[in-house]
């Protein structure tokens, strides 16, 4: 019977995904673990593996299709003994293909050729509305103000009779029980219910108020150029539009004195050993100690070590730390886990590895998912302070400034430092002021006094 192979959930988000290249073709023959296709999701380029043997009897999916569902078949595998060439379409027992493969998205028209909006055609005016006749003297007050017994008060509100239409039979016109009574028994109007409130738009419709052509309307033809999403940009801004949503941001920020740590890093760079190329084997950024501070300091206040689960706090027992990484287009944040235990030459490895397959698009998943935390550093840009957006469900993140000299005060004179600014990001349902304060304070010890990462 023909297997059918299926478009794979690579990431735990992923919905769709583009097939980018067939490395087989129909006719060839296919083994176990033999790499068959490469699938580009939100992130990254994967390879996808063969997990049956046979022969590639039909390709339902052409190359460079964008959008092919999760678990929809793309390719069909004969078994042993079946004819390859009567194999037409997907096999049966599986997800039903799509009648045609989906197509590319088509290049966008040059920006001089989109036809503006029409506007809508004016909507014909409405009839003035009369007028409401003059109410006589003391009626309007009337409306407002009825004067009723507590009981004839009750018995009106339990009918549903409106007490601004009873005829009152007491003294100065006050509504008593008889009249409510009698109003009741000769059909007097009812009360009016109020008018529902309108709903609320969903945060959805919020988010996206504007249709691209009323974007486009704005702005001169020929006076921009047209940029579709990507799977990468298409994601960030999902996510990061849900987060600012749904999350409940709070910030903190406090400088960090840099003399120690630059003396350190200076002194473990020169003495790093070199290659036959004479090169040295490693060379330590601020943002390795960055890393490797937060990863200590969460393990000393372990409550901040925390994420968000929908109905609870799970609380982590290692430091999986996730650095920013820019690439062309987006954006990557690959985890360096248990960053707590690995030594500050181990972490400048790992993170330059990590960094090097993200701007080449070839993470796995499981390298940039999970953490409980992140660190985005845009000091190189000469950046001095910014506050960033949480990624879910980690609980914090830390936005890392440049160092520069700043005059302060010690011993009641004026001292000459190197300093940065960082703010910490904090989830509120998990990191409160307090224990986030507490955080960063322990953050702060560890960049001022480095020997302690090393110990």
């Known amino acids: ?111 001089a050729e989109v036809p503006q909006a029409a506007p809508p055609p004016a909507a014909a005016p409405m ?49 008593v029980e008889k009249d409510v009574k009698a109003a009741v028994a000769g059909g007097a109007p009812k009360r ?49 539009v849900e987060s600012k949503q749904t999350v409940p941001h709070f910030y903190l920020a406090l400088d960090c004195e840099l003399d120690a740590l630059m003396a350190m890093r200076e002194q473990i760079n020169a003495g790093a050993p070199k290659d036959k190329d004479g090169k040295p084997t490693y060379k330590l950024s601020v943002n390795d100690f960055v890393i490797k501070a937060l990863a200590i300091a969460l393990q000393r206040v372990p409550a901040a070590n925390s994420v968000w689960a929908d109905d609870r706090i799970l609380r982590l027992k290692h430091s999986d730390v996730g650095v920013a990484v820019a690439v062309e287009g987006g954006l990557f944040t690959p985890v360096i886990r248990k960053a707590e235990v690995k030594t500050l030459t181990a972490i400048s490895a790992e993170m330059k590895d990590l960094a090097g397959r993200a701007r080449n698009r070839r993470l796995k998943p499981e390298e940039y998912t999970g953490g409980s935390t992140a660190v985005s550093n845009l000091g190189m840009f000469g950046i001095k302070d910014f506050l960033a957006v949480i990624n879910p469900p980690q609980g914090t993140i830390l936005a890392v400034g440049a160092g520069e000299q700043r005059v302060v005060v010690k011993n009641n004179a004026p001292a000459i430092v190197q300093a940065m600014t960082v703010t910490l990001s904090c989830d509120h349902r998990v990191v409160d002021g307090a224990l986030g304060a507490e955080l960063l304070a322990a953050f702060k010890v560890l960049i001022e006094n480095p020997m302690g990462m090393l110990v």
């Open 1 to 111: 019977m023909p297997i059918n192979i299926l478009m794979p959930a690579l990431s735990p988000t992923m919905e769709k995904g583009n097939l980018a290249k067939w490395l087989k073709k129909e006719g060839d023959t296919v083994k176990s673990g033999d790499v068959i296709a490469e699938i580009e999701t939100d992130k990254a380029t994967m390879e996808v593996e063969a997990v049956d043997e046979g022969i590639l009897a039909k390709i339902l999916i052409a190359e460079g299709t964008a959008d092919v569902p999760v678990n929809q078949p793309i390719a069909v595998i004969a078994g042993e003994g079946e004819d390859p060439k009567s194999v037409t379409g997907a096999a049966s027992g599986g997800p039903a293909p799509k009648a045609e493969a989906t197509a590319a998205p088509p290049a966008p028209a040059p920006a």
């Open 127 to 175: 009839p003035a509305a009369p007028a409401p006749a003059a109410k006589p003297n003391g009626a309007a007050e009337r409306e407002n103000r009825v004067f009723a017994s507590p009981l004839a008060k009750r018995i009106a509100k339990e009918a549903g009779i409106d007490l601004a239409s009873v005829q009152g039979s007491g003294p100065h016109g006050r509504v």
């Open 192 to 240: 009016a219910e109020p008018a529902a409130a309108p709903k609320a738009a969903p945060a959805a419709a919020l988010a996206s108020s504007l249709s691209s052509d009323q974007v486009k309307a704005m702005f001169e033809a020929g006076t921009y150029e047209e940029i579709p999403l990507d799977g990468m940009r298409k994601t960030i801004a999902k996510r990061l």
